[in-house]
């Protein structure tokens, strides 16, 4: 779901992504070619650690989107994690399996996504990292993930994600796909994309939904953004509107922040005034 426009426009501002080499608040973050950390034996199963020079104001989750489809990577948001780095934030990067032809995301990219997540547990345990301030940040389908992974502790005993080791503190979505079942009614967003993902449509699989859908599963409980921008050529802004509208009626403390002429992938470009609003909500709702 990214634009090829959007993806080298990241590329050029933000450069090489940071890594880690080891330490906590005496590592210096490093250039590209630093740890990758495995979560599962596929090579999309990775995540990547990146600590700032100092002690982290906290620690930033960030998904990537691209409709969930294979051939879409973390380096997607690489800015967006340097410059969270830069202003002091850990950052953990992670990757998915996504759709491939005839082959359905669920359960995997559900549950790749939670094991990613609780990995960080593993991780932060090791390395003295503390996650009592932990923000979950999805981009475009990966707002979905991202806002799915903070409404984890309301799945059902037994359903994929279900019992999760990390519970985010604070969730964000960023010109996301914040409903699944609404995008696919009345936008079929991505054509199949959502079908795809949950390998089928919601009368075929209501089941399903009723488990990956962010809207089905409100209240999330923590502080939440939704950001979009008016000129968004790819997805409606409405799904900002509404999801923050349903969270709030169920009791969600939400940030809406509509950008004028703000396209979608501005939101995740650093010295955007949409990647800055980012940052703000950050510093006032995750770091605490």
Same mark, same amino acid.
């Given at each position: 779901?990214?634009?090829?426009?959007?993806?080298?426009?990241?590329?050029?501002?933000?450069?090489?992504?940071?890594?880690?080499?080891?330490?906590?608040?005496?590592?210096?973050?490093?250039?590209?070619?630093?740890?990758?950390?495995?979560?599962?034996?596929?090579?999309?199963?990775?995540?990547?650690?990146?600590?700032?020079?100092?002690?982290?104001?906290?620690?930033?989750?960030?998904?990537?989107?691209?409709?969930?489809?294979?051939?879409?990577?973390?380096?997607?948001?690489?800015?967006?994690?340097?410059?969270?780095?830069?202003?002091?934030?850990?950052?953990?990067?992670?990757?998915?399996?996504?759709?491939?032809?005839?082959?359905?995301?669920?359960?995997?990219?559900?549950?790749?996504?939670?094991?990613?997540?609780?990995?960080?547990?593993?991780?932060?345990?090791?390395? &003295?990292?503390?996650?009592?301030?932990?923000? %979950?940040? +999805? *981009?475009? =389908?990966?707002? !979905?993930?991202?806002? /799915? #992974?903070?409404?984890?502790?309301?799945?059902?005993?037994?359903?994929?994600?279900?019992?999760?080791?990390?519970?985010?503190?604070?969730?964000?979505?960023?010109?996301?796909?914040?409903?699944?079942?609404?995008?696919?009614?009345?936008?079929?967003?991505?054509?199949?994309?959502?079908?795809?993902?949950?390998?089928?449509?919601?009368?075929?699989?209501?089941?399903?939904?009723?488990?990956?859908?962010?809207?089905?599963?409100?209240?999330?409980?923590?502080?939440?953004?939704?950001?979009?921008?008016?000129?968004?050529?790819?997805?409606?802004?409405?799904?900002?509107?509404?999801?923050?509208?349903?969270?709030?009626?169920?009791?969600?403390?939400?940030?809406?922040?509509?950008?004028? &002429?703000?396209?979608?992938?501005?939101?995740? %470009?650093? +010295? *955007?005034? =949409?990647?800055? !609003?980012?940052?703000? /909500? #950050?510093?006032?709702?995750?770091?605490?």
């Amino acid at each position: 779901m990214t634009t090829r426009r959007a993806v080298t426009r990241r590329a050029v501002l933000g450069g090489a992504l940071l890594a880690l080499a080891g330490g906590c608040a005496r590592q210096r973050a490093t250039t590209s070619g630093g740890e990758v950390v495995a979560y599962g034996p596929h090579p999309d199963q990775v995540a990547e650690p990146t600590l700032p020079a100092r002690t982290p104001l906290g620690v930033v989750v960030l998904v990537h989107g691209g409709y969930w489809r294979a051939g879409h990577h973390r380096t997607e948001l690489g800015a967006a994690s340097r410059d969270l780095v830069t202003a002091g934030w850990a950052t953990w990067n992670l990757d998915y399996r996504g759709t491939t032809a005839g082959v359905p995301g669920w359960p995997t990219t559900f549950a790749d996504v939670a094991a990613a997540a609780d990995r960080l547990v593993d991780v932060a345990a090791a390395r &003295g990292l503390r996650l009592d301030r932990t923000a %979950v940040v +999805g *981009h475009s =389908a990966g707002g !979905a993930l991202a806002l /799915w #992974l903070a409404a984890r502790h309301r799945l059902p005993r037994g359903a994929v994600g279900a019992a999760p080791r990390l519970r985010p503190t604070a969730a964000a979505s960023l010109a996301g796909v914040t409903l699944l079942e609404a995008g696919f009614r009345r936008a079929r967003l991505g054509g199949s994309a959502i079908p795809d993902l949950l390998g089928g449509t919601p009368d075929q699989v209501p089941g399903r939904y009723a488990v990956a859908d962010p809207g089905a599963l409100l209240p999330v409980g923590v502080p939440l953004l939704v950001t979009h921008g008016t000129a968004d050529p790819v997805l409606p802004v409405w799904l900002a509107t509404e999801y923050a509208a349903a969270a709030r009626a169920a009791g969600d403390r939400v940030r809406l922040v509509v950008q004028p &002429g703000t396209d979608h992938g501005d939101v995740v %470009v650093p +010295g *955007h005034p =949409a990647w800055r !609003a980012v940052r703000d /909500w #950050l510093d006032t709702e995750a770091a605490g």
